[in-house]
C-alpha cells in the first residue's frame, strides 16, 4: 500500500498561498516522493490549486446532501466539479464546533462515494477521554457509527487524530499511536472483512518535520494528515521526504 501525505489548510488561505502549491509541485517534479501527496485547501481555492497543481486536491467538508436549497453548503458533486478526488468528513473540528454527530459524518461519506469522491473520515478521543483510558473505545465507537457499511480501500481513508493533539505541539507516544493504529485495523477487519487491511490509516495532530520520520514508519501507520505544517511547501516536503521508499 502506497502511503499518503495529505494537507488539511483548514480555514487559511488566499489567492497567494497559491504560491505555496507551486513550490510543492516544483519540489515534487524534481524528485518523485515515496508517497502521494494530497492538499486540502478552502473551498474558494479548489479550482484555482486545480490548475496549478501537480498534486491530488480534497475538500474538508461536504454536504450530506446532492444539491438543493441548502444555502451556503457545498456538496461532493460541487467539490470533484472543482478538482476534488477526496473530501474529509467528520474531522473532530466540525464535531466540536459544528455538533456533527457520527450518523452526520456517515451520511456525509456516503454522498462523497455517490460523487465518485474517496471519504477520509476522523475519528480521535479527547484529552479526558484519553485519561479516562477510553481512548480505544471512543474511536472503535466512532468507526462503527460513521464509517458507512460499503467502505473499501479505494472509497475509504481512516484518520486517527487525537483532538488533544490537534494543533497543541502535543503527539501520543509512539506505542500508543501504535497501538490506536492496529486497533482501528482491527475493528476494520472484523465489521467490513480482510478486504479492510488495504484502507489507509493515517495519523494526525501536530505532525511536523522533525517527528514524522519516527510516527510515519510505524507499522500500521500509512500516512499522515497535517494541518500547520502544511501550509508552507518547505515544512509538508520536509514531511513527505520522512515516509521511506518501500
Ligand atoms: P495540526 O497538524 O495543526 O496539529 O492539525 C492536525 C489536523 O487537524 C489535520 O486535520
Known amino acids: 500500500m502506497r502511503s ?16 505555496e502549491l507551486e513550490s510543492l509541485k516544483a519540489a515534487l517534479a524534481a524528485a518523485a516522493p515515496a508517497c502521494e501527496v494530497l492538499v ?15 498534486v491530488a486536491l480534497g475538500g474538508q467538508d461536504c454536504s450530506p446532501r446532492d444539491g438543493g436549497a441548502f444555502t451556503g453548503d457545498i456538496s461532493a ?22 455538533g456533527e454527530r457520527d450518523s452526520d459524518v ?39 457509527a460513521s464509517v458507512p457499511d460499503g467502505a473499501t480501500p479505494q472509497n475509504t481513508i481512516i484518520a486517527y487524530e487525537p ?30 472483512g480482510e ?3 488495504g484502507i489507509r490509516l493515517l495519523y494526525g495532530g501536530s505532525v511536523k518535520p522533525d517527528n514524522a ?10 500516512g499522515a494528515l497535517v494541518g500547520g505544517a502544511s501550509l508552507k511547501a518547505s515544512d509538508f516536503l520536509g514531511i513527505i521526504g520522512a515516509i521511506k521508499p518501500a
Open 213 to 222: 520520520a519516527d510516527i510515519l514508519n510505524l507499522p500500521e501507520v500509512n
Open 40 to 54: 486540502c485547501p478552502p473551498f474558494t481555492l479548489l479550482a484555482q490549486a486545480a490548475a496549478v497543481c501537480g
Open 163 to 192: 483532538v488533544w493533539a490537534i494543533g497543541t505541539g502535543k503527539t501520543p507516544t509512539l506505542d500508543d499511536i501504535k497501538a490506536m493504529h492496529a486497533h482501528i485495523r482491527s475493528c476494520l477487519v472484523t465489521r467490513l
Open 4 to 19: 499518503l501525505v495529505a494537507g488539511n489548510w483548514k480555514m487559511n488561505g488566499l489567492a497567494a498561498s497559491l504560491a
Open 77 to 98: 458533486a460541487m467539490l470533484k466539479d472543482a478538482g476534488a478526488s477526496s473530501v474529509i468528513v467528520g474531522h473532530s473540528e466540525r464535531r466540536q464546533i459544528h
Open 106 to 144: 456517515a451520511a456525509k461519506a456516503q454522498a462523497a462515494w455517490r460523487a465518485g469522491l474517496s471519504a477520509i473520515i476522523c475519528v480521535g478521543e479527547t484529552e479526558a477521554q484519553r485519561d479516562a483510558g477510553n481512548a480505544h473505545g471512543i474511536c472503535s465507537g466512532q468507526l462503527d
Open 195 to 197: 478486504g479492510a487491511r
